[in-house]
Every structure is written in structure tokens, then in C-alpha cells.
């Protein structure tokens, strides 16, 4: 009984003590066997593609797009795709009337369904970071 009891006293020590320092370890590792970047301290970024299908959403979605093109990314490396899935509002000629390179508009006349219109905008984005988000 004894040998169980500081068997479950060990586990519980590894996985709050030992593996966090194991993790920590093996990150510094593969840290410094990273090759440099072109500047000292530099690392590139990623590109990242946004994406959103809208439904009816013409209450919401030019402050989302207005949200998406203020984050600190590097503006560069951002693109955020819209989809409007056959909205009866003016969804689609608001998400067309923006002149932003970054942004790109895909207006679907008809009512296809998110996974339809989802699967659309990602074979459209070329970034290898995706991001899903909601119009509102």
C-alpha cells in the first residue's frame, strides 16, 4: 500500500514539476538550433488568411472587416476573405465596395450553407495560417 501511495506521488509530481522543466528544456533546445533569421532577433512572420462567411449580416460585417484591418499583424502578411452565402440583404454589396487589397470578396448568389462557402474561401487563400471567424 505504501508503494502505491508514493507511486501516485510521483505521477502527480511529474506531471506538475518534471514534465513542465522537460518541455522548457527541449524549447530552449530547439530554439537555439534554429537557424538565424535575416536580422539578428528577426523571425518573418507568417502569412495569415481570415476568413468569413456571412449570412444576412449587413449590420455587422463592415466593423468586422474595419476590426480585422486594425489588428497590429503585420498588415503585409494579412488577408481576410468574405464569402456572402445569397444573403436577401445588402451583405454582398457592402463586402464588394471595399477597395482594400487586402480584403477579397466572394458574393454567392445563392444560399449554399457556411460548410459550402467555408470550403470556397479556403481553396481560395494562399496563406498557411487560416483563421474562422464569425461576421458579428
Not at 105 to 122: I, T
Amino acid at each position: 500500500m505504501l508503494l502505491i501511495f508514493w507511486g501516485a506521488i510521483a505521477l502527480i509530481g511529474y506531471s506538475y514539476l518534471l514534465y513542465p522543466a522537460l518541455l522548457g528544456l527541449l524549447a530552449r533546445f530547439a530554439r537555439a538550433r534554429r537557424e538565424p533569421a535575416t536580422e539578428p532577433g528577426m523571425i518573418e512572420p507568417p502569412a495569415v488568411a481570415c476568413i468569413i462567411a456571412a449570412y444576412n449580416e449587413q449590420w455587422h460585417i463592415e466593423a468586422r472587416i474595419e476590426n480585422l484591418l486594425k489588428q497590429t499583424y503585420r498588415q503585409d502578411k494579412l488577408r481576410i476573405y468574405v464569402g456572402c452565402d445569397g444573403s436577401k440583404d445588402r451583405t454582398a454589396e457592402l463586402i464588394e465596395a471595399y477597395h482594400d487589397d487586402r480584403v477579397s470578396a466572394f458574393a454567392f448568389e445563392h444560399n449554399r450553407g457556411k460548410a459550402s462557402v467555408l470550403n470556397d474561401l479556403v481553396a481560395a487563400a494562399e496563406a498557411p495560417i487560416l483563421v474562422f471567424t464569425d461576421a458579428n
